[in-house]
């Protein structure tokens, strides 16, 4: 069964920073496209950055600079970190994971079909 459980989750202040984790099980992770998407109350899922199988990384414009994708050692576990939070960063996080290999610089959700439960974020100024 294909699995995603986000983690790392917290309050901070404006400034701070958080790594999030998203523990992927039930496929073999490397072989796909793997992204982080947010949506803060009232608003749409909008997708913050994703890693390919490759390496290659896409990351939204209001991000860029802030926010680094990653996958871990074990590649099984794609981390995002996340400095110098804004309180507009609110939100919850969610990982997913898309149905091809390549990311295609495509954070739209439509294109992600595997995704975990979210942490939320909540970043205070």
């Known amino acids: 069964q294909v699995q995603l459980v986000e983690s790392g989750g917290g309050s901070v202040q404006a400034g701070g920073t958080l790594t999030l984790s998203c523990a992927a099980s039930?496929?073999?992770?490397?072989?796909?496209?793997m992204g982080w998407f947010r949506q803060a109350p009232g608003q749409q899922r909008e997708g913050v950055a994703a890693i390919a199988s490759g390496g290659g990384t896409t990351y939204a414009e209001s991000v860029k600079g802030r926010f680094t994708i990653s996958r871990g050692n074990a590649k099984n576990t794609p981390y995002l970190q996340m400095n110098n939070l804004k309180p507009e960063d609110t939100a919850i996080y969610y990982c997913a994971r898309r149905w091809s290999s390549g990311c295609w610089a495509d954070l739209r959700p439509s294109q992600y079909n595997v995704w975990g439960q979210g942490t939320q974020v909540t970043v205070s100024s």
């Open positions: 039930g496929y073999v992770f490397g072989a796909y496209c």
